[in-house]
């Protein structure tokens, strides 16, 4: 269905439907399949649909043709990069997801977010980031669960796990088995379960987990505990809005990223204040409450306060 946008444009409101079911039209995806083509990258000869949820532990022949040369070599560029870690410093890495190649929101709210969280309080470790997206094949590797993975691996080898922190954020459409993640031919789901357990299986202690994807509060329960913080767009069984082309931010974006989180601004209050801003948005567009979900970890919001506060001092 169609509504009225707070900016003035019209733009779709995803129904509360099933992802594979409402993006069954795949003539949306013909261009990126052709840009990802030329741009060197593998696309199998028509899209397969994920159909049950992929386990951590399978996979698909179709999903390993893109576990290649190719995206080691951006993979290993973009791990060069990272700072090394810095003994009794609190060193803040980051890893950022983009997961849907046919709309440039996901990849613009990437870059955005990890901009605003470098401000408030620093990513002074680095970032990776993991998109889908043609226009980026060539110099950045995909957002696939291998490459997911592999960067978690990764930034856990030069980390300092009980010292530092990383933060992982991920920006896609989702449904209620996970987020989407559109590759060229196939689309492939990321659930809950299996980043907690990627995480979990390399140490990382100290994270922030942010989704930003309807359904996301699924990955509340999995990954909460006393030394993580997960904030989500939207609750369990809610979609968000705002994830359409031509728009710079998802609603969440805009409202935690861009509106709330500021040099000093703690996750809470910036979280607080976001949650408002969008339920302010949501009744103008007469929609459903996307009602996003938070937890924070005591033991992790003790550990940020320093760095939040330092930032406020220096108002970078």
């Given at each position: 269905?169609?509504?009225q946008a707070?900016t ?7 129904p509360s439907?099933?992802l594979?079911?409402?993006?069954r039209?795949?003539g ?12 060197g990258?593998?696309v199998l000869?028509a ?8 386990a951590a532990a399978?996979v ?6 893109y576990?290649?040369?190719k ?7 973009q791990?060069s990069?990272?700072?090394?870690q810095?003994?009794?410093v609190?060193?803040i ?8 190649a046919?709309?440039d929101?996901f990849?613009?709210e ?8 470098g401000?408030?309080?620093s990513?002074n470790g680095?970032t990776?980031r993991?998109?889908?997206?043609p226009e980026t094949?060539?110099?950045i590797?995909?957002?696939?669960r291998q ?10 080898r ?7 922190v990383l933060?992982?954020?991920?920006t ?6 996970g987020?989407?993640?559109?590759l060229p031919g196939?689309?492939?789901n990321l659930?809950?379960a299996?980043?907690?357990a990627?995480l979990?299986k390399?140490g ?7 989704v930003s994807?309807?359904y996301?509060?699924i990955?509340?329960?999995?990954l ?16 968000s809005?705002?994830?359409?082309a031509?728009r710079?931010w ?10 709330s989180?500021?040099?000093?601004t703690?996750f809470?209050?910036?979280?607080n204040?976001a ?13 459903k409450p996307?009602?996003?979900q938070a937890h924070?970890?005591d ?12 930032t406020a001092?220096?108002?970078?």
């Amino acid at each position: 269905m169609w509504r009225q946008a707070r900016t003035g444009r019209t733009f779709a409101i995803w129904p509360s439907v099933p992802l594979r079911a409402r993006l069954r039209a795949r003539g949306r995806i013909v261009a990126v399949l052709a840009a990802l083509s030329a741009a060197g990258l593998l696309v199998l000869s028509a899209p397969v649909w994920a159909r049950d949820k992929i386990a951590a532990a399978q996979v698909t022949p179709a999903e390993a043709a893109y576990e290649n040369p190719k995206q080691a070599v951006l993979l290993k560029r973009q791990i060069s990069a990272l700072a090394p870690q810095k003994k009794g410093v609190t060193d803040i890495y980051a890893i950022g997801v983009a997961g849907w190649a046919t709309q440039d929101v996901f990849r613009k709210e990437l870059d955005g977010a990890l901009a605003s969280i470098g401000r408030a309080p620093s990513l002074n470790g680095g970032t990776v980031r993991l998109i889908n997206h043609p226009e980026t094949a060539q110099a950045i590797p995909l957002a696939s669960r291998q490459n997911f993975a592999a960067a978690v691996r990764a930034v856990g080898r030069i980390m300092d796990k009980e010292e530092d922190v990383l933060i992982l954020f991920i920006t896609s459409h989702g449904d209620a088995a996970g987020i989407g993640l559109q590759l060229p031919g196939i689309l492939v789901n990321l659930g809950p379960a299996e980043v907690a357990a990627v995480l979990n299986k390399e140490g990382i202690k100290n994270r922030v987990v942010i989704v930003s994807a309807c359904y996301a509060g699924i990955f509340v329960k999995p990954l909460e505990n006393d030394n993580t913080i997960v904030l989500t767009a939207a609750d369990a069984k809610s979609s968000s809005f705002g994830c359409v082309a031509g728009r710079e931010w998802t609603y969440f974006g805009d409202a935690f990223f861009n509106q709330s989180l500021k040099p000093g601004t703690d996750f809470k209050r910036a979280f607080n204040n976001a949650k408002t801003l969008i339920e302010g948005w949501e009744k103008l567009d007469h929609v459903k409450p996307s009602n996003p979900q938070a937890h924070f970890g005591d033991a992790l919001v003790r550990k940020l306060e320093p760095l939040f506060d330092a930032t406020a001092q220096t108002g970078q």
